[in-house]
């Protein structure tokens, strides 16, 4: 990467400061499932957070020659010198991550995601930017909860069964990045595998999003549409254990931009989707709800609330409670039904659909064209798994 002339660039002529190349490694920490946490437990999860933060700055990245980059509500990008001591500040933010849950409930504990990448990036004294940092960050996002992933960069600086246990899980297609990337796991030398599976069921959770049915031409009905998702959607973190896409992350969608962006996407944004419309009954507003599982395109419920806005909003055991509630013991049993519905595979089929997830992992175009005959072979034994069963 050459850097051009900071001095006579007129972007950074006002700005006081040069933009200049430098090669960094450096650690990204993100909290998962930081939005449930937030929603259902705000001000404990904050609290607990920022002393988590605290030992992390004050204790653990001195001790690694370590420094705090930047911070984020819910992640921490860091900065070290030497990849070494990046790896062992990482082991040991999980080791206290893990020791501040002690004595908390299960659904309340903090943990840790890490992505560990050494690259030239550019810096301006205040901040880190190009395509390291934005590297960085996919990879936290990759990371399994209580996870540490990191690139080939890394790998080539660490002695296996010295500085770390250290896993390869292949090429990975990251978002935004053109090339896939080699990516590995990192663990303290000794250590048991992480139990990843402890917070396996959550993720397994269907998600639920609230969004606005449609932008409408007069603004208080857009007002009073957007005051419901905000409510259902708070209501729903309280009552109900399932994923609830929040609401600041679909305030700006409505159901057809949510769809546009689950075309565009390699991942459904939620499983089952809650429109909020509006209309009337006399003089009385009218909000029209419509629940649709996005996964078989079908209408699975649906409310006609005649009820002021301020119902909305009475306390939390009102109108968006009773709501939510009703929400939630309709997809339960909707859940249910299609568990028990559902043919179980044989195990050859897992043994198919194994070595065809192996194959996807790689990118060569004879592996993908292999995973793609092993699948349609996999569908071919379920098919006849179900006749046998005559379902």
């Not at 048991?192 to 599976?197: E, F, Q």
């Not at 009905?221 to 679909?250: D, F, H, K, M, Y």
């Not at 009385?284 to 395109?297: A, G, K, M």
Request: proline share 4%; with cysteine; net charge negative.
């Amino acid at each position: 990467m050459t850097a051009p002339d900071s001095s006579t660039d007129p972007a950074f002529s006002d700005l006081g400061f040069g933009l200049n190349a430098d090669r960094r490694v450096l650690l990204v920490a993100d909290m998962v499932e930081s939005v449930r946490l937030m929603q259902r437990h705000e001000w404990e999860t904050t609290q607990r957070w920022r002393s988590l933060v605290q030992t992390l700055v004050q204790d653990v990245l001195p001790a690694h020659q370590g420094t705090l980059v930047q911070r984020r509500g819910d992640g921490l990008m860091l900065e070290f010198e030497s990849v070494t001591g990046a790896a062992a500040a990482a082991f040991e933010c999980h080791r206290r991550a893990d020791a501040a849950n002690a004595g908390q409930p299960g659904d309340q504990h903090i943990v840790l995601r890490m992505g560990l990448h050494q690259a030239e990036v550019l810096a301006d004294g205040i901040d880190l930017y190009g395509a390291g940092v934005q590297l960085t960050h996919r990879l936290a996002a990759l990371a399994q909860p209580g996870e540490t992933l990191c690139t080939a960069e890394v790998r080539d600086e660490l002695t296996d069964g010295l500085h770390a246990s250290v896993c390869d899980k292949g090429e990975r297609l990251l978002p935004g990045q053109e090339d896939p990337v080699r990516v590995y796991q990192l663990q303290p030398v000794g250590d048991a595998p992480r139990n990843l599976l402890r917070w396996a069921p959550e993720s397994l959770l269907p998600r639920i999003a609230f969004v606005a049915a449609q932008r409408y031409t007069n603004p208080d009905w857009n007002t009073v549409c957007q005051l419901v998702v905000t409510e259902l959607t708070a209501a729903a973190s309280r009552v109900t254990s399932w994923r609830v896409i929040s609401a600041l992350s679909t305030r700006r969608l409505t159901a057809q931009g949510l769809q546009q962006l689950d075309a565009q996407s390699e991942q459904r944004v939620a499983d089952y989707v809650v429109q909020v419309g509006w209309g009337h009954s006399d003089s009385t507003p009218v909000i029209s709800l419509r629940c649709t599982d996005v996964r078989r395109q079908q209408a699975v419920w649906q409310q006609d609330v005649i009820a002021p806005p301020h119902a909305w909003v009475a306390s939390q055991e009102g109108l968006a409670a009773d709501m939510a509630r009703d929400l939630a013991t309709t997809l339960l049993a909707r859940e249910v039904h299609i568990a028990h519905d559902s043919a179980l595979h044989s195990l050859p089929g897992y043994a198919l659909l194994l070595a065809a997830i192996g194959l996807a992992h790689q990118t060569t175009q004879q592996s993908a064209m292999r995973a793609a005959t092993i699948l349609v072979k996999h569908r071919e034994i379920i098919h006849t798994f179900c006749e046998e069963l005559g379902v």
